[in-house]
């Protein structure tokens, strides 16, 4: 049974980016946490652009010490000088240079992070990228498949240690997965999960499989950890637009489109600016961040995982969603399959190369030096 959102009312009637729909800032605003958590430590992937940011300015404003990942230091390095003068910013901001797209720049990002903090209280795998030409990277998968997934996979099992020696009753661990509503275009594909052996590839179908792979991930976590202490969720964003991208001239707007609309076709990105429906129900990276600031932070949810969320309360099914159930809200039936989120832990772990389970204690990493 989901719960009633005390946002549904401002998510009803849409009128597009920088309308009434609750902000990040304004979820933290209203759980009272301004300058509350000063001795929380928070992680945010993918924090050169768009969600990423506003996320990280949220969990700022309740005086935690944030980290921010991307794998553009020097983008980092502005973000976070930006984001250290935000007015309502009350904690500390750190970088944490990570490609995403490299297994060991993400072993190295674990141990840097490990090295400088006992204490993880919420990680938010958010960074990702969408639609873009097929491509395999260096360590042999699919671009999507590693950098929305495996990655954040990989990563999570490094801290989750940490994760779990941090929790307390009052503030359990807390994981959250930032899917999509493209989770509709189908579950992994086991037999050819980087469309290497003759598995036709298109933009949706890998990008589809990446962000189940996020829901599962989620629900495996908080099946298996909830008893220890670590929560984990899932939930999409909604669709994130610029309010002036409409109006301007496409080569501005190539400029404009930062993290994940970058990929999309241009074609597609025509289709949606030219529907009214979809642009009212657009929100700016602001209103975007909200849903996951709630996942993470929301007393609601504080004691709760295994959801899929989206605009800022538990979601349904897709044939209850409205319409055809089909392309834009709720989630797809595959969204909750216990084996094939069993199945996909430990093929996870054997691709990445770590343990199926992790230690409970929190540890130190290596780094060669006595």
Request: glycine letters at 10%; aromatic letters at 8%; charged letters at 20%.
């Amino acid at each position: 049974m989901t719960s009633q959102s005390k946002y549904a009312a401002l998510f009803a009637n849409p009128k597009g980016p920088g309308d009434a729909r609750p902000t990040a800032l304004q979820i933290i605003r209203d759980e009272n946490l301004l300058g509350t958590l000063t001795d929380k430590v928070m992680l945010v992937t993918g924090c050169t652009s768009g969600l990423g940011i506003e996320t990280a300015r949220a969990f700022l404003a309740t005086g935690a010490t944030v980290w921010i990942s991307g794998r553009d230091k020097q983008k980092l390095e502005a973000v976070a000088a930006d984001l250290s003068k935000s007015a309502e910013s009350r904690g500390r901001v750190l970088t944490l240079e990570m490609d995403q797209s490299s297994l060991a720049s993400v072993r190295a990002a674990a141990d840097e992070f490990l090295l400088a903090n006992s204490r993880l209280n919420v990680l938010v795998n958010n960074g990702g990228i969408m639609a873009p030409p097929y491509q395999l990277n260096s360590d042999g998968h699919e671009s999507q498949w590693q950098v929305n997934y495996l990655s954040h996979f990989l990563l999570t099992r490094l801290l989750l240690p940490t994760l779990l020696a941090s929790s307390t009753p009052e503030l359990p661990g807390r994981v959250v997965n930032i899917s999509s509503n493209s989770h509709h275009n189908g579950p992994p594909d086991f037999s050819d999960l980087d469309f290497k052996h003759g598995r036709e590839y298109s933009p949706g179908k890998g990008y589809g499989q990446s962000k189940t792979a996020n829901i599962w991930h989620a629900n495996y976590l908080d099946r298996t950890y909830t008893s220890k202490g670590v929560h984990a969720i899932s939930l999409t964003p909604g669709g994130i637009f610029t309010g002036l991208q409409k109006y301007v001239p496409r080569e501005l707007m190539d400029k404009w489109i930062t993290g994940l609309q970058k990929y999309v076709p241009r074609e597609l990105m025509d289709k949606w600016t030219a529907d009214q429906e979809i642009m009212n129900g657009a929100m700016n990276p602001a209103q975007g961040a909200a849903t996951q600031v709630l996942a993470a932070l929301g007393q609601e949810f504080r004691h709760k995982g295994g959801l899929y969320l989206e605009n800022c309360k538990e979601s349904v099914p897709a044939e209850k969603a409205g319409g055809d159930g089909g392309t834009l809200h709720g989630y797809k039936p595959w969204a909750c399959d216990p084996d094939g989120e069993d199945r996909l832990w430990k093929v996870s772990c054997q691709l990445v190369g770590v343990k199926d389970e992790p230690s409970t204690r929190a540890t130190v990493p290596h780094t060669g030096k006595k």
